[in-house]
């Protein structure tokens, strides 16, 4: 296991630099970032020495170096636009941007699954067909459709809940949280459903299409032979063995919420990471660009070496596989 791990973190290494070589050459070309800086009356002797503040006129690999330098140390720069550490900014923000993803994956996977396993055991019922339909809503809509619909519906129409923002919010030491307030909760319904309801559309069709799949197989029939009782083999053997799927699609899937959050966060106007990428790409800030793009490659490693990890805490087969290569 020690050596499955090394590898894993390695592999994650390699993919880190990759990304981060990636993220410089491509915002080399994003814009010029003194233009941001000063106004458009600006001397071009004045232009030019805050290029060579920067560093901006020094070689390509001079500039690469002292940049991996400095992600190493974990400094990411001055934002152009906002004249504030990077890391201070994303800091302020993702409180934000987590308890979003946290509550719309926790909607997709307790939603999707329960309907999955609703659609597999009662498949041929009115309700079953109904999830099915809503799964096809939920995949065909985009997402700021379905979060502009849900606007409309329950801020505009109904008046329940806000229409943007994050509501009142808690400082707990550097973290600001709004699970402690009721506005703040009542500001995370819509966000999260629209966020997570791609996808809790995607798990419910995979829980629905494995549980169906592990029904016919042997060891079931096996199970129903020696007596076993209908939640016993639903839940303690059928259920079971469809979560390696699921692992894989919900841990993929997370990331994808905190990477992808950019259109929910700026239709809420959701005062997380996604919605400073956007102003970040309207005002050509290269540090922010560059650094959100590392912080979200480094959240999709991590959630891949959790998956893999837990594979061989669900799977026994894999366990022995990853102790034998070992």
């Not at 500039?63 to 990077?86: E, H, K, M, T, W």
């Not at 055991?121 to 067909?129: D, G, I, N, P, Y």
Request: contains cysteine; positive net charge.
């Amino acid at each position: 296991m020690l050596a499955f791990l090394i590898r894993r973190l390695a592999q994650a290494a390699v993919v880190l630099a990759v990304v981060g070589l990636i993220a410089f050459a491509m915002f080399r070309f994003a814009g010029d970032p003194v233009n941001q800086i000063v106004g458009p009356d600006t001397p071009v002797s004045e232009r030019a020495e805050i290029r060579k503040s920067l560093g901006l006129d020094d070689p390509v690999l001079l500039q690469f170096g002292r940049y991996a330098g400095n992600v190493l140390r974990g400094d990411f720069g001055i934002s152009y636009q906002f004249r504030q550490p990077v890391t201070t900014l994303l800091a302020e923000r993702m409180p934000a941007t987590l308890e979003l993803a946290f509550c719309a994956t926790l909607f997709a996977l307790s939603v999707g699954i329960l309907m999955g396993v609703y659609c597999a055991l009662r498949r041929e019922t009115f309700l079953a067909k109904l999830f099915q339909a809503i799964s096809l809503v939920g995949v065909s809509l985009p997402t700021f459709l379905i979060g502009i619909l849900l606007i409309f519906l329950f801020s505009v129409t109904l008046g329940w809940l806000p229409s943007y923002g994050r509501g009142d919010t808690v400082r707990i030491g550097g973290w600001t949280t709004g699970f402690l307030t009721v506005s703040g909760l009542k500001a995370l319904i819509l966000p999260s459903i629209t966020l997570g309801l791609f996808q809790m559309t995607l798990i419910m069709r995979l829980v629905r299409a494995e549980m169906l799949e592990v029904l016919r197989t042997d060891y079931i029939r096996f199970a129903r032979a020696r007596g076993l009782t209908t939640r016993a083999i639903h839940f303690g053997h059928a259920l079971k063995n469809t979560l390696v799927p699921v692992i894989t699609i919900a841990g993929l899937q997370l990331g994808s919420v905190i990477a992808f959050s950019i259109i929910t966060e700026t239709v809420f106007q959701w005062p997380g990471m996604g919605l400073l990428f956007v102003q970040a790409v309207q005002n050509v800030d290269i540090p922010i660009m560059s650094a959100y793009l590392l912080l979200v490659a480094a959240i999709f490693v991590t959630i891949n070496l959790v998956v893999d990890l837990l594979y061989t805490v669900v799977d026994p087969r894999l366990r022995t596989s990853v102790g034998r290569t070992a």
